[in-house]
């Protein structure tokens, strides 16, 4: 429970106190108006009882009138209670959401890589979703389906101990029977929700690929394995629905059969003289309310538990370790590897490499695809931390040092650019929060990228669509390049920065590329060899290993892997016809 | 899946979506209303045992012990029944809604797999799945719930309130005003203009933080590099407390008649009893009326639970509606139309004629393609080049009819490609894309979406051809290894190269190829050339290229400028000619001459 309680909260059951009181004023006020009513009736049979003496009127209306003042004793407590639940829910939320977003960021980029991003965009927005409906609608009604019967109980002790025993005699059985079924009840769910996941990233599968969905003919019906994932997801619902819901029935009918036991119970005690009249018509009144809220308390129980899954997975996020270090970045910007071994999940990518990198040089690491190119630059940059040996900057180990701070020294430009959906403007400033209009027109001009921008038809604030799908290849390139000038940071980190340009495109790029990497300490990922042929010293990948390194001439000199590579891309490639 | 989509919205639409099960909703309403009365049977139980007490009581007759257990028995047998019936109508209810659910996703599907690509463009992936997921998911809600409800709830109140008439007026008015007061002010907040408002003002927020959101995870790298936080990422942050907001502000217009509703309903009965006590006064000595006034008391949290469960309903309808309202939104956007009488190619030359297009004809946006006009020959290969933005990717584009055209006709064979059944145009077309998309599934089956019904040699000389083999083979579980979620995370040549050997195995008469080795290696693109020239021979080639040294061979190059072609001849005319393309080709040569040095820029 206390679990469960921690994960509805996303991780601060405290923030769950003001609701829980809300919700139990408002239950302490609910038991008032039930009570003056059944005293009255109490009153009134025994008044039946004794029919020598004139019905006493004037002890009728007081109660009757304590009943209805206490109506609005009722509304203030409601009230508060609705407040207390339904505000703090979306408080809750968002403050949640923003430290989930903010612990994504800071955990390494391979735990993102190993998710589909629809898993992570769900805990942002749907699980939290879930846990506003537990906070405003599922808790108070537990509370209520604890407080309501225990209070009552223990009024009644004072008054019959007999038949409040008898009144709750199947409670504790019902509760125990739940609790049996639980962890049946967990399995299922289980599955239920992978379903459901599954769904979710079968349906955004669909929606990414849908190019090439369409042109294999793979569209609806076609496409099996969502038509697959829908299926199973309906499957799992009816089966969840159907397997769980008798035990919450019979759980529920056990609670309710208490107003037989109790009508049993008091109907022995009457006959055997030692129950009154009065006492028992005031047992069976309140008898006939008591069980609704435990009842609906129940009900909602498998509710609240689902919730709690969703719960439990934002809190598998926010368990997950961000990355260490709190140090401030060195002052040298040198890069140096020490046999550093990496992979993605099993696949190993860098093995026992070892290298060094000189402040202000430029360094072009080549290689055949798959070689590990890229990777070298990912570890720099410390989106992941190497699983055998270090990477130094300044001469100090990465994990030491604050991944924010470090980054602050780092610009890269990637393969596949990625703008958010914003202007083209704002775009430019996340190299620069602070930056002004003129400095930001001053980057993309060396970026040569003013141009165009100039020419649309809002200029810097035309709105970019999501990924940057409104612009082209070059000129999403040339917005990152000027986003990474404004940036103005001792290191550049190029990552094959026009591979997929046009020629037009590539020269603009390339001018851009030059005003960028200007008297800083560049690092390269290059296909083509020729461009990379004036670096201070070229590093040679081979399946994870260094093969060589040296200059352009030393490497061709020495007729390795290099010279090999160099040889074969002098050949003029082309798409011909076979003949 | 007979229903289509009409112009219903709101409580109509919702029912005409449950109309597809329409027998098992039926049988559920009726044995949901079934289990209500039963349920109230432990009610009239006590009231019996009540009235018991009451005679014996005043001294009319004496305690009836073994009747008033006999009662209680029969009130427990009378709720257990209710329950089990309860069970049975939910069932048929929850298989009812899950299959209809089914139904519509499917739908959706199939609706969106026909749609032109732009509809992609102008909504986000966020947006499209929370509609798919979560909107679809609310309409269970009603039809397994709601809907019972509904029924059972009308049909008990008509049979409660005429009972209760029946037995006394005054009582009964004294339960009904209160009811009535209950709805009016909830009504006010949950049904009204304003609320209609909230809703869809609700709905946008949530859409906003589900793409900002999808945004903030995918742009990672670049949210990493440029040190954005949360906070400072100011769309997503903004998007997140906006919707907190609106959900507050929800919340404060909602309390007092929520609250009003919820106080007035759970206590009917102390309405009651005062004018029950009142009537009573004036003639303590009618029994009958005392017992009449009992069972209005017992019955009275009888009656609130379905009435609660009723406005809820009406708050959670809004909701559902507008959710409804979103999906129909999608399934209504017109579908490319799909031929009725077929017409296969004859032959596989493609032929532009005055082609003209738009992305965003009806909103007067920009023409991307002027009157073009072409032809690519069979067994011949056609460059498209040109400027980023001239229209090289869209002419490649209509070719599968990913969009329709304004003006003109595009044909394969002889063929409008509007007039050849899907099927038969996909199987005629194949694409390498720039941007490489793998399925999250083992490579295998990766490359045989090319064609289902390829051997495992097929697919592995396949994937040979595109230079696979090696890589495949080093990764663990080799051609069984899994991609994506859960799996290894292949690099962008390796997916492009995976996406080549599926175009290799589909071995259709029209190949298209966008920028298909951008991300390959020197060397494998020159392996994957000479593998592709064999597969080349006698096919309709068209080539988007960037690099112009690749397709100095191609039979014809068409050079577009501003979406309209600016010139068209072989590598060597069009030298000759000293055109744009021979611009083109003279920054090409110093573009790939172009060697990074520091000194270079300054």
């Given at each position: 429970?206390?679990?469960?309680?921690?994960?509805?909260?996303?991780?601060?059951?405290?923030?769950?106190?003001?609701?829980?009181?809300?919700?139990?004023?408002?239950?302490?006020?609910?038991?008032?108006?039930?009570?003056?009513?059944?005293?009255?009736?109490?009153?009134?049979?025994?008044?039946?009882?004794?029919?020598?003496?004139?019905?006493?009127?004037?002890?009728?209306?007081?109660?009757?009138?304590?009943?209805?003042?206490?109506?609005?004793?009722?509304?203030?407590?409601?009230?508060?209670?609705?407040?207390?639940?339904?505000?703090?829910?979306?408080?809750?939320?968002?403050?949640?959401?923003?430290?989930?977003?903010?612990?994504?960021?800071?955990?390494?980029?391979?735990?993102?890589?190993?998710?589909?991003?629809?898993?992570?965009?769900?805990?942002?927005?749907?699980?939290?979703?879930?846990?506003?409906?537990?906070?405003?609608?599922?808790?108070?009604q537990l509370v209520s389906g604890v407080i309501t019967p225990v209070l009552t109980f223990v009024c009644f002790l004072f008054i019959d101990w007999r038949m409040a025993v008898a009144m709750f005699v199947a409670l504790p059985c019902s509760l125990l029977f739940l609790w049996l079924i639980s962890s049946l009840e967990r399995r299922m769910g289980k599955a239920y929700l992978k379903s459901r996941t599954d769904m979710t990233n079968r349906f955004g599968e669909y929606i990414n690929g849908m190019e090439v969905i369409k042109s294999h003919h793979l569209q609806g019906a076609n496409f099996g394995r969502l038509e697959r994932a829908i299926h199973l997801y309906m499957k799992n619902s009816i089966k969840v629905e159907g397997a769980m819901g008798p035990f919450y029935l019979i759980a529920i009918a056990g609670v309710k059969?208490?107003?037989?036991?109790?009508?049993?119970?008091?109907?022995?005690?009457?006959?055997?003289?030692?129950?009154?009249?009065?006492?028992?018509?005031?047992?069976?009144?309140?008898?006939t309310r008591v069980f609704d809220p435990v009842s609906a308390a129940l009900m909602r129980w498998a509710e609240f538990k689902y919730i709690a899954l969703s719960g439990e997975?934002?809190?598998?996020?926010?368990?997950?370790?961000?990355?260490?270090?709190?140090?401030?970045?060195?002052?040298?910007?040198?890069?140096?590897?020490?046999?550093?071994?990496?992979?993605?999940?099993?696949?190993p990518v860098l093995k026992d490499v070892s290298l060094s990198l000189r402040t202000g040089g430029l360094t072009a690491i080549v290689g055949p695809s798959g070689s590990g190119k890229s990777t070298v630059l990912r570890l720099i940059a410390r989106f992941y931390d190497p699983q055998g040996g270090r990477v130094l900057f300044g001469g100090v180990d990465e994990r030491e040092i604050d991944p924010e701070k470090l980054l602050k020294n780092i610009s890269m430009v990637f393969q596949d650019v990625y703008l958010f959906q914003d202007t083209i403007g704002n775009n430019i400033r996340y190299g620069k929060q602070e930056a002004t209009r003129e400095e930001i027109e001053e980057a993309a001009k060396a970026a040569c990228c003013h141009e165009f921008i100039a020419a649309l038809p809002k200029g810097y604030d035309t709105m970019v669509g999501e990924g940057g799908s409104t612009l082209s290849g070059g000129e999403?390139?040339?917005?990152?390049?000027?986003?990474?000038?404004?940036?103005?940071?001792?290191?550049?980190?190029?990552?094959?920065?026009?591979?997929?340009?046009?020629?037009?495109?590539?020269?603009?790029?390339?001018?851009?590329?030059?005003?960028?990497?200007?008297?800083?300490?560049?690092?390269?990922?290059?296909?083509?060899?020729?461009?990379?042929?004036y670096a201070d010293r070229i590093i040679v990948l081979d399946k994870g290993r260094i093969a060589e390194q040296g200059t352009h001439g030393e490497l061709l000199a020495a007729g390795g892997l290099y010279a090999r590579l160099w040889d074969l891309q002098q050949r003029a490639g082309g798409w011909t016809l076979g003949v | 899946m007979s229903t289509t989509v009409g112009q219903k919205t709101g409580i109509a639409r919702l029912l005409e979506l449950a109309g597809e099960k329409k027998t098992l909703l039926i049988l559920s309403s009726l044995l949901s209303t079934i289990s209500v009365i039963a349920l109230l049977g432990p009610y009239f139980s006590v009231y019996l045992v009540l009235l018991e007490l009451l005679r014996n009581a005043t001294g009319v007759a004496p305690l009836d012990g073994e009747a008033m257990i006999r009662w209680a028995t029969a009130g427990l047998v009378s709720l257990l029944a209710g329950y089990a019936f309860m069970y049975a109508g939910g069932m048929c209810s929850h298989v009812a809604a899950f299959r209809i659910l089914y139904g519509i996703r499917v739908r959706l599907a199939d609706h969106i797999g026909r749609l032109p690509l732009g509809f992609f463009d102008k909504n986000s992936s966020g947006k499209i799945k929370k509609i798919a997921e979560l909107d679809v998911e609310k309409i269970e809600l009603f039809i397994a719930h709601q809907l019972p409800d509904l029924v059972n709830a009308a049909a008990m109140l008509l049979v409660m309130i005429a009972a209760m008439f029946l037995l006394d007026v005054w009582l009964t008015l004294a339960a009904i005003i209160p009811i009535l007061i209950g709805f009016a002010a909830q009504y006010a907040m949950m049904v009204g203009k304003e609320a209609k408002k909230a809703t869809v003002a609700y709905f946008d927020a949530l859409e906003e933080i589900g793409?900002?959101?999808?945004?903030?995870?995918?742009?990672?790298?670049?949210?990493?590099?440029?040190?954005?936080?949360?906070?400072?990422?100011?769309?997503?942050?903004?998007?997140?407390?906006?919707?907190?907001?609106?959900?507050?502000?929800?919340?404060?217009?909602?309390?007092?008649?929520?609250?009003t509703f919820k106080v007035l309903l759970v206590s009917l009965a102390s309405f009651i009893l005062p004018v029950g006590l009142f009537l009573l006064s004036r003639n303590p000595e009618n029994i009958a009326f005392a017992a009449v006034l009992m069972l209005f008391l017992v019955f009275a949290p009888g009656v609130s639970v379905p009435l609660i469960?009723?406005?809820?309903?009406?708050?959670?309808?809004?909701?559902?509606?507008?959710?409804?309202?979103?999906?129909?939104?999608?399934?209504?956007?017109p579908p490319l139309r799909e031929t009725e009488n077929g017409k296969p190619p004859r032959g596989f030359d493609i032929r532009f004629d005055?082609?003209?297009?738009?992305?965003?004809?009806?909103?007067?946006?920009?023409?991307?393609?002027?009157?073009?006009?072409?032809?690519?020959?069979?067994?011949?290969?056609?460059?498209?080049?040109?400027?980023?933005?001239?229209?090289?990717?869209?002419?490649?584009?209509?070719?599968?009819?990913?969009?329709?055209?304004?003006?003109?006709?595009?044909?394969?064979?002889?063929?409008?490609?509007?007039?050849?059944?899907?099927?038969?145009?996909?199987?005629?077309?194949?694409?390498?894309?720039?941007?490489?998309?793998?399925?999250s599934d083992s490579i295998y089956n990766n490359i045989l979406v090319g064609k289902p019904s390829a051997t495992k040699e097929d697919v592995y000389a396949a994937a040979g051809a595109a230079q696979c083999r090696e890589f495949i083979e080093g990764l663990p579980d080799g051609y069984d290894t899994l991609i994506g979620e859960g799996g290894v995370y292949l690099s962008g040549g390796e997916e492009q190269r995976v996406c080549v050997a599926r175009a290799i195995l589909k071995n259709a008469?029209?190949?298209?190829?966008?920028?298909?080795?951008?991300?390959?290696?020197?060397?494998?693109?020159?392996?994957?050339?000479?593998?592709?020239?064999?597969?080349?021979?006698?096919?309709?080639?068209?080539?988007?290229?960037?690099?112009?040294?690749?397709?100095?061979?191609?039979?014809?190059?068409?050079?577009?400028?501003?979406?309209?072609?600016?010139?068209?001849?072989?590598?060597?005319?069009?030298?000759?000619?000293?055109?744009?393309?021979?611009?083109?080709?003279?920054?090409?040569?110093?573009?790939?001459?172009?060697?990074?040095?520091?000194?270079?820029?300054?």
């Open positions: 429970m206390t679990g469960k309680l921690y994960n509805i909260s996303a991780g601060k059951p405290k923030s769950l106190i003001r609701p829980i009181v809300g919700a139990l004023v408002a239950d302490i006020c609910n038991l008032f108006p039930g009570g003056f009513m059944a005293l009255v009736i109490s009153v009134l049979y025994g008044q039946y009882v004794s029919p020598g003496e004139a019905h006493d009127w004037k002890t009728l209306w007081i109660l009757c009138g304590l009943m209805l003042l206490s109506l609005a004793a009722l509304f203030v407590g409601e009230r508060f209670a609705f407040r207390a639940t339904h505000r703090r829910a979306y408080e809750n939320s968002a403050v949640g959401r923003a430290a989930l977003a903010e612990h994504l960021r800071k955990l390494p980029l391979g735990f993102l890589a190993g998710k589909d991003p629809g898993e992570i965009g769900n805990a942002l927005m749907s699980d939290f979703t879930q846990l506003e409906n537990a906070v405003s609608h599922v808790l108070g059969s208490g107003l037989t036991w109790m009508t049993i119970a008091g109907v022995y005690l009457i006959v055997g003289g030692s129950l009154t009249v009065p006492v028992f018509a005031l047992f069976l009144l309140v008898g997975r934002i809190m598998g996020i926010m368990d997950q370790p961000v990355m260490a270090g709190d140090g401030d970045a060195p002052e040298a910007h040198d890069i140096a590897f020490d046999k550093v071994s990496f992979g993605y999940g099993a696949r999403k390139q040339r917005v990152s390049i000027a986003r990474a000038i404004l940036k103005d940071a001792p290191v550049i980190l190029l990552d094959e920065a026009t591979a997929s340009l046009d020629p037009e495109n590539e020269a603009d790029v390339q001018r851009a590329i030059g005003a960028l990497i200007r008297g800083r300490t560049v690092v390269m990922v290059a296909h083509r060899l020729k461009t990379v042929v | 793409s900002s959101s999808v945004q903030y995870v995918r742009g990672m790298p670049s949210v990493k590099v440029f040190g954005q936080t949360v906070f400072s990422f100011r769309r997503f942050h903004g998007d997140m407390l906006r919707y907190r907001d609106f959900c507050l502000r929800f919340t404060d217009n909602l309390q007092n008649g929520y609250v469960k009723l406005i809820m309903l009406a708050g959670h309808l809004t909701m559902i509606t507008e959710g409804v309202k979103r999906i129909d939104a999608m399934l209504t956007q005055r082609v003209s297009f738009s992305y965003d004809a009806e909103g007067g946006g920009p023409e991307v393609l002027r009157d073009v006009s072409f032809t690519a020959g069979q067994n011949t290969i056609t460059a498209l080049v040109g400027p980023s933005g001239s229209g090289k990717t869209t002419i490649a584009q209509l070719l599968p009819r990913f969009w329709d055209i304004q003006s003109g006709a595009v044909s394969i064979g002889g063929a409008d490609v509007r007039d050849i059944p899907t099927e038969t145009l996909m199987n005629t077309v194949s694409f390498v894309f720039q941007d490489a998309f793998l399925f008469p029209v190949l298209v190829l966008d920028e298909a080795t951008a991300y390959a290696d020197p060397e494998n693109e020159y392996l994957m050339q000479q593998a592709l020239s064999i597969l080349l021979k006698g096919k309709t080639v068209i080539i988007i290229a960037h690099r112009l040294s690749t397709i100095r061979e191609a039979d014809k190059i068409i050079v577009l400028q501003n979406g309209a072609i600016a010139e068209t001849g072989d590598h060597a005319r069009l030298l000759e000619a000293g055109g744009l393309y021979a611009k083109m080709w003279n920054a090409h040569q110093s573009a790939s001459d172009w060697k990074i040095r520091k000194e270079a820029a300054q």
